[in-house]
């Protein structure tokens, strides 16, 4: 499984983003799909998560009620849609495939996805 992450850029605080995460293979579908995101020289953090057929998400209590994750299947296609946007949301944002396929698996922990994107920056201004 490949993944391409896009839709970052610079916005105002208050603003709103979506980032898409494109998969290749026929996989894709089956897995877990989660976005996570990362300030330089700080740990990647976790951000949401979503299963395989939508019917579980996560989110960081940071983000809860400001960022929906989406899945598309048929476009094999996640998609994080950020809301309210704040300064402290600025940092390269990455998707992350994983788990067992087809199976109710979701995890917060970074270590329990197998592929990862590129990332793609969110920059905030005050």
């Known amino acids: 499984v490949q993944l391409q992450a896009s839709g970052g850029g610079l916005v105002q605080a208050g603003g709103s983003l979506r980032l898409s995460c494109a998969g290749s293979g026929r996989t894709f579908s089956s897995y877990a799909m989660a976005w996570f995101r990362q300030v330089p020289g700080k740990e990647r953090n976790f951000v949401a998560a979503?299963?395989?057929?939508?019917?579980?998400?996560y989110y960081a209590d940071s983000v809860k009620g400001r960022f929906t994750i989406s899945r598309d299947n048929a476009k094999n296609t996640v998609y994080l849609q950020m809301n309210s946007l704040k300064t402290e949301d600025t940092a390269v944002y990455y998707c992350?495939?994983?788990?067992?396929?087809?199976?109710?698996?979701?995890?917060?922990?970074?270590?329990?996805?197998?592929?990862w994107g590129q990332g793609t920056l969110v920059t905030v201004s005050s």
């Open positions: 979503i299963n395989w057929s939508s019917g579980i998400t």
């Open positions: 992350a495939a994983g788990g067992p396929p087809g199976s109710s698996f979701l995890s917060r922990s970074s270590m329990m996805y197998d592929y």
